[in-house]
């Protein structure tokens, strides 16, 4: 094509047609702007596409975190639930004046084992500083404030129901931080009542075996330590602020999580 081009220039100029070759000129010229323009038009059509599929694979990864959300929100919710089943063993045994009488105490279920009566106080008290906080999935959020990407987010009332949902977790952590005291007091206070043994026994796998006289040794110990109860109502507060938190939490997930497959309909329909 090139060669052709410069066969027809070499005429003109062997004919002396200087005017028809400045126009040829200026037509070969435009051209090869032309050319230039649809280039760099194709070039910006490829980046915009790169940068949307981008955006696409943001909130996929979205969608991906927050059922990795809503599914730790149940378990632990059902997991302080639990937890305050063997709180509540604690404080009836104490508001009963330290007698078994009476008390219908809970079973507690450790690694496939069920233990009941005294066994299940024991247990209780041995787990009496459990709790799981909530944790948010926080990777693609992280990614996309770290790399700047969080611009590529079009949808402006989507983008501040996203920021919305995880700068909230960092008033939950503060929470959790301010609860960890509580939860220090309780095991410092357990850990003189139970025996080494028991307090990382239990954690053997093996299942839980006392002699009567043991069971009555430890409840002695628990009468030393008045401070047990209101450090067991403040662990029972926890979960129950905890249960309410993930409630909340669920259906904010899921609020979001609506938005953000909408919002991926829309970009790929």
């Known amino acids: 094509m090139l060669k052709f081009f410069r066969q027809i220039r070499k005429q003109l100029m062997e004919q002396n047609k200087v005017r028809t070759y400045i126009l040829y000129a200026v037509g070969e010229i435009l051209l090869v702007v032309i050319g230039i323009l649809i280039a760099l038009q194709v070039n910006n059509w490829n980046e ?48 009963n004046d330290y007698d078994m009488d009476d008390i219908s105490m809970r079973t507690v279920n450790w690694r496939g084992d069920d233990y009941e009566g005294k066994q299940a106080l024991v247990m209780s008290l041995a787990q009496a500083g459990f709790v799981q906080f909530l944790q948010v999935n926080d990777n693609t959020i992280t990614d996309i404030r770290s790399t700047g990407n969080i611009k590529l ?68 110990r628990m009468k030393k ?7 067991a109502i403040g662990m ?6 905890l249960i309410w938190n993930g409630e909340g939490r669920i259906q904010d997930a899921t609020e979001l999580l609506e938005s953000v497959r909408r919002e991926i309909q829309h970009l790929t329909d």
């Open 48 to 95: 915009g596409r790169k940068l949307s599929d981008l955006e696409i694979s943001y909130y996929e990864s979205f969608v991906e975190d927050l059922q990795s959300d809503s599914l730790e929100y149940v378990f632990k919710i059902e997991n302080a639930r639990y937890n305050n089943t063997k709180i509540l063993n604690i404080l009836d045994f104490i508001n």
């Open 153 to 220: 987010l079009g949808n402006e009332e989507l983008k501040d129901q996203i920021l919305f949902y995880y700068n909230r977790d960092n008033v939950l952590n503060q929470w959790w931080e301010s609860y960890l005291p509580v939860r220090t007091d309780i095991d410092n206070v357990v850990n003189g009542i139970l025996p080494p043994d028991l307090r990382v026994g239990y954690l053997s796998g093996e299942p839980l075996s006392l002699s009567e006289d043991r069971l009555e040794e430890i409840i002695i």
């Open 225 to 231: 330590y008045p401070e047990l109860e209101q450090l």
């Open 236 to 241: 029972y507060h926890i979960h129950w602020r």
